[in-house]
Structure formats: C-alpha cells, structure tokens
C-alpha cells in the first residue's frame, strides 16, 4: 500500500472516529508503512528514536492500534507477548514461523491453506472468514 493511499485511509477513519489527524500520526503511519519487516511498538519506537523522531511509546502504540484497526497494518502475534505489525506488501498471502529460543522470524508460505480453511469454514456455515495461526520451533542457528 503507498503512503497517499494508507494516508487517504486512515484520515477518513479517524474522521469516522471522530478523531484528529495530527502531525504525530503522521510521522508513526509514515514509519510503519515504510517498515519491511515485521516491528513491535516498542521497536518502531526506538527506530524513530534513532531517525531523531521523538515521539512518546504511547502515541505510537495507540496509533499502531488504530492503523490496524483501519486495515492499514496487519497484526502478528509470535508468541512474545507483545504484537508485531506488519505493513501489507504486494506479496502473496504469508505465515510466519518464529525461533522460540531467539525469536527469529521466518515467512513461510502455505500451499493452499487459505482454501482449506475457508473450504472448513464454509462447510460450517461461516462467512468473513479471518484467521491467525502461530506456528513456532527451533531455527537452524540454534
Ligand atoms: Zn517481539
Ligand atoms: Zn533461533
Ligand atoms: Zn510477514
């Protein structure tokens, strides 16, 4: 998703929300979208730190929820206790696998489990099907 697109979304949900569009906002939503790799709150944080962008955690964590819950970003729990986001890319559908001893994380694909689940789904009379699936082991460093 470019930038003017996600921005044109996300006005209009805050709006939608009754909520401002501010400047900090702006910054956090430029710096998520840009991100290639999945981030946390926390680590989004301190790569702004280190750009110089000083924002507080909090704003960045509240504007990470919002953008996800506007569509902007996608959520991924690996299993760390905190979420990490992931900015949508023109690639194909992925899951993760995460490193349970360091955390590293890994895209893998899944031949046709979108379709077996929805198929499953379906037979269950369920529409607007959304799943998550945590899959996590021991990476080959380790
Ligand atoms: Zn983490
Ligand atoms: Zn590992
Ligand atoms: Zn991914």
């Not at 981030?39 to 962008?53: K, P, R, V, W």
């Not at 929820?65 to 996608?74: D, F, R, V």
């Not at 929805?118 to 959304?130: D, M």
Request: charged residues 25%; positive net charge; hydrophobic residues 35%.
């Amino acid at each position: 998703m470019d930038f003017e697109k996600a921005i044109k979304i996300y006005k209009d949900f805050l709006k939608s929300k009754g909520l401002l569009y501010t400047q900090p906002r702006e910054v956090v939503l430029k710096e998520a979208i840009s991100a290639t790799w999945h981030f946390s709150a926390d680590e989004l944080t301190s790569q702004m730190h280190s750009h110089g962008i000083y924002i507080s955690r909090a704003t960045v964590y509240r504007t990470l929820a919002s953008m996800k819950e506007a569509g902007i970003l996608n959520s991924v729990d690996f299993g760390h206790g905190h979420i990490h986001y992931e900015a949508p890319k023109a690639k194909k559908h992925h899951e993760h696998i995460s490193c349970e001893k360091c955390g590293a994380i890994c895209e893998i694909q899944i031949d046709n489990l979108d379709k077996a689940i929805n198929s499953a789904a379906e037979k269950a009379k369920f529409k607007h099907i959304k799943y998550a699936i945590r899959i996590s082991g021991v990476c080959e460093k380790c």
